[in-house]
């Protein structure tokens, strides 16, 4: 079964509007961390974001910000005003606190429209 | 700049060889991570170390090993390749390679491509 699920291979908006990617998740475990990585075409992987399970906010970082809904195992990332340099692929990733190794889903295809 | 170095940037062997995958953590972190991201199989997890010690294992073959020195670096070695062995090769660091830790630095990667 798959840990994490990222139900949007691609997405195609409007620059300056807000965009939000999809993630659920699937796990047992009370204690686990919630990831969001970009990776531009260049090929790097950049932390965006974290959100812990004990969390009792959700977490922002600048125009990011993840809407993290515990109860349905969702933690949905955010970017507010789009830019054209968000065109890149985003990744949803999950570490479990029984397993120390991190997760991912098959990502998000971002593109901007000017 | 991550603070994880990777070498080589780009690798290019034939099949059948052998390479060594190289990986220096940012300074501190105890814990290195390996994963394999190719095209139709996205980022899989291969193998962590932490302070020199295997802790996880995920899906690597068994013609793939890796070990962490004494001076934290890591290194993933590829036998016998063939072309399905073609991806881009992450590592990445983190200080205690708990869920504690808010997150894990990723190096460049290393691009190999077997012909």
């Known amino acids: 079964a798959q840990k994490i699920t990222q139900t949007q291979p691609g997405m195609f908006v409007q620059e300056k509007e807000a965009v939000t990617l999809d993630c659920t998740y699937d796990t047992s475990d009370p204690s686990y961390g919630l990831f969001w990585y970009k990776q531009p075409s260049s090929g790097e992987m950049i932390f965006l974001i974290y959100q812990g399970s004990y969390d009792q906010q959700n977490a922002t970082e600048g125009r990011y910000s993840l809407n993290f809904q515990k109860a349905r195992k969702s933690a949905n990332l955010v970017i507010s005003a789009s830019q054209l340099g968000d065109s890149a692929m985003y990744f949803c990733a999950m570490r479990e606190g029984a397993d120390d190794k991190i997760i991912f889903g098959k990502g998000t295809r971002l593109h901007i429209l000017p | 700049d991550s603070g994880v170095t990777q070498t080589p940037k780009h690798l290019i062997t034939a099949t059948g060889q052998r390479v060594t995958l190289r990986c220096s953590p940012r300074?501190?972190?105890?814990?290195v991570y390996w994963y394999q991201q190719s095209l139709d199989q996205g980022l899989q997890f291969l193998i962590q170390?932490?302070?020199?010690?295997?802790?996880a294992k995920g899906n690597i073959l068994e013609r793939f090993s890796a070990q962490q020195f004494p001076d934290l670096h890591s290194e993933l070695n590829l036998s016998s390749l063939e072309l399905g062995d073609s991806a881009l090769y992450f590592c990445?660091?983190?200080?205690?390679?708990?869920?504690?830790?808010?997150?894990?630095?990723f190096g460049q990667g290393t691009r190999l491509t077997v012909v």
């Open positions: 990445a660091s983190s200080v205690k390679g708990t869920w504690e830790d808010t997150e894990a630095f």
């Open positions: 300074s501190g972190d105890l814990s």
């Open positions: 170390y932490y302070n020199g010690e295997e802790r």
